[in-house]
């Protein structure tokens, strides 16, 4: 079993940075690919970023392509995900996920484990 609990969200302005975290706990982090997914009002949850067990092969989703930045510290259990020139568009409940597999996966059905989810809101 592992335990993910995401914070870091809040309310910025379009043009700004944020950076979520995503604490995990339980079985061996670094036996796990993470991921980011965001789910906006009245839209199915998507994919954003995902980073292999190693850290050495990260995947991002076109819409957030040279604005995001994911990484991890094994050391601290901990995934991260750099947001940089938000956009309007990119509000939504961000979701932190592990599988239970070895490369940067891209698809829902892929993790196994989901945090709760925090709140990004960027206003114009």
């Known amino acids: 079993q592992v335990q993910l609990v995401e914070s870091g969200g809040g309310l910025v302005q379009a043009g700004d940075s944020l950076r979520l975290s995503c604490a995990a706990s339980g079985r061996t982090f670094s036996r796990y690919a993470m991921g980011w997914f965001r789910q906006a009002p009245g839209k199915e949850r998507e994919f954003v970023a995902s980073?292999?067990?190693?850290?050495?092969?990260?995947y991002y989703a076109d819409s957030v392509k040279g604005r995001f930045t994911i990484s991890r510290d094994s050391a601290k259990n901990t995934v991260y995900l750099q947001m940089n020139s938000l956009k309007p568009e990119d509000t939504a409940v961000y979701y932190c996920?592990?599988?239970?597999?070895?490369?940067?996966?891209?698809?829902?059905?892929?993790?196994?484990?989901w945090g709760q989810g925090t709140q990004v809101t960027v206003s114009s």
């Open positions: 980073i292999s067990w190693s850290g050495s092969r990260t």
């Open positions: 996920a592990a599988a239970a597999v070895v490369y940067a996966a891209v698809s829902n059905g892929e993790y196994d484990y």
